[in-house]
């Protein structure tokens, strides 16, 4: 099928087929994930949409495609409008859309292996409203009609040493183990694919960009474990790794599985752990208890090896992207360098640092208006030259064995404008307010958010995304709880070991994009005669950042002062990685104000 249009038209045929008046196409996989493999990636096959974030409803005669505000700009340009509405979350929802555009008595289908029970009971209840239901399907409707589908990941697993680890794979299972027990439970389902790496200290190859494995797990309150993932995928070095302690069987076995809890407490996830989990369970006769994954928060409080780790990475990381800086600043200017070339240069320098092991995202590389997309990816159709006297936004990161990195600069090519040259003012002012903040512990990164925000409002001014997500350890570039946000989350309370975002942005459709990120530690703070413990934030990334776009009179003196703290720290970490022409260009991007 060759056009988006026969994907949609064979979708329709099939669901008429399978008595079905709609259905919901998500974008994630069966284990809720944000990062999917390609066979799960059902949204960008039916529609073109190629963010990491959305889903979409197929009725009869209309069809919707849900967004949130990162990919305002991004579903226009890949979707097709003669054929998709384009819904913007959270100010709808699914549940919301289908109560006002669904038939009367239409039976709506939806994968249980897709969605949570809470959405199940949502979308379930506003259907009602309208004398709908929502039909669990045994079959995905897209799969029936996906004639190419590529079949799952048969990448090998991997053991993620100790060394890296800090912590063995034993030890986290004790301690899951002393969990269960305290809550009168005897076993705990596992669902998430990084916490299962986490868990096990394994990783692996079946998500571009993400070290992990197709596999479900159940750790028990004896703190044995039985691990569900392909035989073909386990090597006898992971059988050594996991242990007599691990039983391992086929993925394929996991929902029968399910079924053989009768009489046992047994613990699930509701944000995690999709609807299906749930109804094989209670089949099976278990009693189950709706907490939060017992490996979420343990994984998100980085214990000391993993932060020396990560300081490693960013600094091996800072360098491979100093090194670039220089390079783009030398060569943009004379033109004939593009995004995709940039990008592909970026790349190479993480290269010839010899440890990186993937990306962890696809680098977004916005010359002028594409720096507007949020989450833009270029490609052969949309990839834009660099262009004198405009911005170019540069978001990247790099999987290593020990930390991943995720950082983004704004580059001024030329002469930037007085209007460019505010706004990116505006924006490092809310980076440097959220770097030097205190709290109290118990403080929610959603508490925090206003402090990115508060320069760019003072102006008119705001960006449509969270200000700060969580960051793992050779594992997601975006991982939970915590959060910097007003909005989808944010009400973590932070704690020391935790790895955040820094990152506020600005962007003028159709002109450029702004966004200053760094990653930062929680760390406890000291504070002579304070009555709380304080904590506050340790920066962790080192790159300089674009001097030239810096209106100095906008500045407090204690936010001067933080920019040449900040880039006489780069200048003694990186510094002494770069050599010659990069590393004078290094001294002077870091010169103070």
């Known amino acids: 099928m060759s056009t988006y249009e026969d994907r949609l038209k064979a979708l329709r045929a099939q669901l ?49 495609i849900f967004v949130d505000g990162r990919y305002t700009l991004q579903v226009r340009e890949q979707v097709d409008a003669a054929h998709w509405q384009y819904e913007s979350v959270p100010q709808t929802s699914i549940a919301a859309w289908l109560k006002d555009h ?117 750790v028990n309150a004896d703190a044995t474990a039985d691990l569900y993932v392909a035989p073909e995928k386990i090597d006898e070095a992971v059988v050594q790794h996991l242990g007599n302690a691990v039983r391992v069987h086929d993925r394929a076995a996991f929902p029968d599985a399910l079924k053989g809890f009768a009489g046992k407490t047994v613990v699930a996830d509701p944000e995690r752990a999709v609807a299906a989990i749930f109804e094989g369970l209670e089949e099976g ?22 932060i020396a780790g990560h300081r490693a990475a960013q600094s091996r990381d800072g360098a491979a992207l100093s090194r670039f800086l220089h390079w783009i600043a030398t060569e943009a200017p004379k033109g004939g360098v593009d995004e995709l070339g940039a990008a592909a240069k970026l790349e190479s320098f993480r290269r010839d640092t010899g440890a990186l092991q993937d990306l962890s995202f696809d680098t977004i590389s916005g010359a002028g208006p594409n720096g507007a997309v949020v989450h833009y990816r270029v490609e052969e159709k949309t990839n834009r030259p660099i262009e004198r006297d405009s911005l170019y936004l540069v978001d990247s990161g790099g999987q290593y064995r020990d930390g991943t990195t995720d950082v983004t600069r704004t580059i001024a090519i030329g002469t930037p404008t007085p209007e460019m040259k505010r706004r990116f003012t505006l924006v490092l002012k809310g980076h440097v307010a959220l770097a030097r903040a205190v709290f109290p512990r118990g403080t929610r990164g959603g508490q925090l958010d206003v402090l990115a925000r508060q320069y760019l409002w003072a102006d008119g001014l705001d960006y449509a995304h969270g200000t700060g997500h969580g960051v793992g350890s050779f594992l997601s570039v975006h991982e939970g709880p915590q959060r910097i946000a ?39 703070r000291a504070i002579p005669g ?39 720290r780069v200048l003694d970490v990186v510094g002494p990685q770069l050599e010659g022409a990069a590393f004078a260009w290094l001294t002077g991007a870091c010169a103070p104000l």
């Open 16 to 64: 008429a087929r399978d008595r079905l008046d709609g259905f919901v196409v998500p974008l994630t996989d069966e284990h809720m994930s944000e990062y999917v493999g390609a066979y799960a990636q059902r949204l960008a096959w039916l529609t073109g949409f190629q963010g990491s974030a959305g889903s979409a409803v197929v009725l009869p005669e209309e069809a919707a």
């Open 102 to 218: 669904a038939s009367q008595g239409a039976r709506i289908g939806y994968d249980p292996w897709l969605h949570t029970r809470a959405w199940v009971r949502q979308a379930s209840e506003a259907l009602a409203e309208r004398g709908a239901e929502l039909v669990a399907v045994d079959t995905n409707p897209v799969d029936a009609v996906w004639p190419d589908r590529p079949a799952p990941s048969a990448a090998r697993l991997a053991v993620h040493e100790d060394r890296y680890a800090g912590k063995s794979a034993a030890e986290k299972r004790q301690e899951m183990a002393d969990w269960l027990t305290a809550k009168h439970a005897d076993a705990a389902v596992l669902s998430a694919l990084d916490s299962i790496a986490w868990t096990f200290n394994i990783r692996g190859k079946d998500v571009d960009r993400t070290p992990v494995a197709l596999a479900y797990a159940v």
């Open 285 to 306: 006769g278990a009693h189950v208890l709706a907490l939060r994954d017992p490996a979420i928060l343990p994984k998100a409080i980085k214990n000391p090896v993993e």
């Open 486 to 524: 007003t909005f989808g989350g944010g009400d973590e309370p932070l704690q020391a070991g935790m790895i955040l975002s820094n990152e506020p942005g600005y962007y003028k459709t159709g002109e450029y994009g702004i966004r200053i990120e760094n990653l930062v530690l929680v760390e406890e």
């Open 530 to 568: 304070a009555e709380k413990e304080m904590l506050g934030f340790e920066t962790l990334t080192f790159a300089p950042i674009d001097r030239n776009l810096v209106a100095v009179e906008l500045l407090s003196m204690e936010e001067r002062a933080w920019l040449d703290a900040y880039h006489a």
